[in-house]
């Protein structure tokens, strides 16, 4: 089983009305369909570290996490060899830009996180994220 970090980048931890969706450029099967930022977990790396990486390299930017988005199974499956943790995020520095493995970059406002194209294993996902906004439980506690 292979580890996948994302981030749910929004605009504001306590009360997050934006969320940012990237559009894969790449791989061809993928291309065109819609996903949270983020990447595998390489050897020797732990999931926070993983992130952080990932998201400098893919947008361009750092960012300071909230509470993870946690799974009833310790993580969202992707595919029967990929499991995903995420962590809400908001951006502490540069601007979000598709540097890597994405054409487009979108930000959603909260009602409309789910109307996009999104990959079918972050359809739950950002079903659960836009219940969370929507509701008092939505990640306040930064790490």
């Not at 595919?79 to 890597?100: D, E, F, H, S």
């Not at 009602?111 to 008092?136: Q, S």
Request: proline residues 9%; aromatic residues 4%.
């Amino acid at each position: 089983m292979r580890l996948v970090v994302a981030g749910a980048l929004v605009d504001d931890l306590a009360a997050p009305r934006h969320l940012l969706a990237a559009r894969r450029s790449a791989p061809p099967a993928l291309a065109g369909r819609w996903e949270l930022a983020g990447g595998k977990v390489e050897e020797g790396e732990g999931p926070v570290q993983a992130l952080h990486r990932e998201l400098a390299e893919e947008l361009g930017v750092r960012v300071r996490l909230g509470a993870e988005v946690e799974h009833p199974d310790g993580a969202w499956p992707l595919t029967p060899a990929l499991r995903m943790r995420v962590w809400w995020a908001v951006v502490v520095a540069g601007t979000p830009a598709p540097l890597q493995d994405h054409d487009e970059l979108r930000w959603l406002e909260r009602g409309t996180w789910a109307g996009l194209d999104w990959l079918p294993g972050d359809v739950p996902l950002v079903a659960r994220l836009e219940h969370l906004a929507a509701g008092t439980t939505s990640a306040p506690r930064p790490e």
